[in-house]
C-alpha cells in the first residue's frame, strides 16, 4: 500500500485515533483525574495573569487561589451531601405528594372524558428515578473528586508550569517560528473559552441557586451547584439541569411555582447565552446541536461522569486546534453552528 496516497493516510489517522482512544479508556484512571485538574488550572489561570499584571508573587496568588478552591469546595461538599442525604430520607413524602398532585391532574381530566391510570404514570414519574440522574451525576463526580489530593497537587504544578510551557513547545518544535503563531491562537483561545465558560456558569448556578430560593424549593443549592455543573453543556445541559429542580417544585408547591421555577430556568439560560456568553466570548466557538448531543455521549463512554461535564470543552479544544491550521480548517467547520451562507456574507 502506498503510504502517500490520500486513502493510505485516512486510514493510517484513523488507526492512529483508534489505538489513542483505546488508550485513553484503558487508562481512564488516571486520565479523567489529569484532564479535570487540567480544567481547574485552565479556568484558574486568568485570576493567576491578573494578579501578576499587580506584581504579586506567582506562589502567593497561585497559594491564594487554591485555599479558595479547597475552601469553597468542602462548604459544598459537606453542603450537597447534607442535601442527598435529607432527599433519600425525604423521598416517602415526596412521592406521596406526587401522587395527591397527579389525582387532582386526572380528576380534571377525566372530567374532559380523558381516562388516564394513575399506577401507569407514577411508574414513569416516579421522583427518585426521574432525580437519579442529577444525583447520580453529582455523586460519580464525588468519587473523582475523591482523589482531591491529587487533583490539587497536579493543580499546583500545572499553574506554576503554565507561564513557562508555551515557550517549552516552541522550542521542543522542529520549526518553532512557523508553528508559533498556531500555538499561541490555541492555547489563547482555549483559556479564553475556558474563563468565560467558567464565569457564566457561575452566575448561571448563582441566579438559579437565587431563584429557587426565593420559590422555597428544597435543596435548592443542590440544584445550583447542578445547573452550574451542566452549564458547560449548551442547550442539552440547561433542560437536564432543569427536570429535578421544576419536577421539586411541582411536588411541593404544584403546577404554579413548577411553572415559575421553569421560567427562572429560561430566563437565566437566555441571558447568559444569548446576550452575556456571546458578547464576551465573540462568534466562531459556537457548536452545532447535534455535535453537542454526540459529544456528550462519545465523552462520556469515554471518560464516564467527569467526561460528560467536560464533553463540550473536550470537544472545543479540538475544534480551536483544528480551525488553527489551513488544512484541517474544514473539520472545524462540520462541528460549527454558524451558517456557512452568513459567515461567506459577514467576511466578504
Known amino acids: ?15 492512529c485515533i483508534v489505538v489513542v482512544l483505546a488508550g485513553i479508556k484503558a487508562a481512564s484512571v488516571i486520565m479523567v483525574p489529569f484532564l479535570l485538574s ?8 486568568p485570576l493567576i495573569n491578573w494578579s501578576a499584571r499587580y506584581r504579586v508573587p506567582r506562589w502567593a496568588s497561585v497559594t491564594l487561589v487554591i485555599l479558595i478552591i479547597l475552601v469553597i469546595g468542602f462548604m459544598l461538599a459537606g453542603l450537597i451531601t447534607q442535601s442527598m442525604t435529607e432527599f433519600r430520607q425525604n423521598m416517602p413524602v415526596y412521592r406521596e405528594q406526587l401522587s395527591g398532585e397527579f389525582a387532582w391532574v386526572i380528576n ?89 465558560k467558567m464565569l457564566v456558569s457561575l452566575g448561571t448556578g448563582l441566579f438559579i441557586g437565587i431563584w429557587l430560593y426565593a420559590l422555597g424549593v428544597d435543596h435548592f443549592l443542590l440544584w445550583s451547584v447542578l445547573a452550574f455543573m451542566l452549564n458547560f453543556i449548551p442547550n442539552i445541559g440547561s433542560i437536564i439541569a432543569a427536570i429535578p429542580a421544576v419536577l421539586m417544585a411541582f411536588v411541593e408547591f404544584g403546577f404554579a411555582k413548577a411553572g415559575l421555577a421553569g421560567l427562572g430556568f429560561i ?47 473536550l ?33 466578504g
Open 38 to 45: 487540567a480544567f481547574i488550572a485552565i479556568a484558574c489561570s
Open 108 to 196: 380534571k381530566l377525566a372530567v374532559l372524558n380523558i381516562h388516564i391510570d394513575q399506577s401507569l404514570i407514577m411508574t414513569y414519574l416516579d421522583p427518585g428515578a426521574a432525580m437519579s440522574v442529577a444525583t447520580g451525576f453529582l455523586s460519580g463526580m464525588g468519587s473523582v473528586l475523591s482523589n482531591v489530593f491529587l487533583i490539587i497537587l497536579t493543580v499546583i504544578f500545572m499553574l506554576f508550569e503554565a507561564e513557562t510551557m508555551p515557550k517549552r513547545i516552541h522550542v521542543a518544535l522542529a520549526d518553532p517560528d512557523m508553528k508559533m503563531t498556531h500555538i499561541d491562537r490555541f492555547l489563547q483561545s482555549v483559556n479564553s473559552y475556558l474563563g468565560i
Open 267 to 313: 430566563i437565566v439560560n437566555m441571558v447568559m447565552g444569548n446576550v452575556i456568553e456571546p458578547r464576551f466570548m465573540g462568534r466562531g466557538l459556537g457548536l452545532s446541536t447535534l455535535v453537542v448531543f454526540l459529544s456528550l455521549i462519545f465523552w462520556g463512554w469515554l471518560l464516564g461522569s467527569v467526561g460528560m461535564l467536560l464533553s463540550v470543552p
Open 1 to 15: 500500500m502506498d503510504i502517500k496516497s490520500p486513502t493510505a493516510k485516512a486510514l493510517m489517522v484513523m488507526a
Open 315 to 347: 470537544t472545543m479544544v479540538v475544534k480551536i486546534a483544528l480551525e488553527s491550521r489551513e488544512e484541517s480548517k474544514w473539520l472545524a467547520i462540520l462541528l460549527s453552528s454558524d451558517d456557512p451562507d452568513a459567515e461567506a456574507k459577514s467576511t
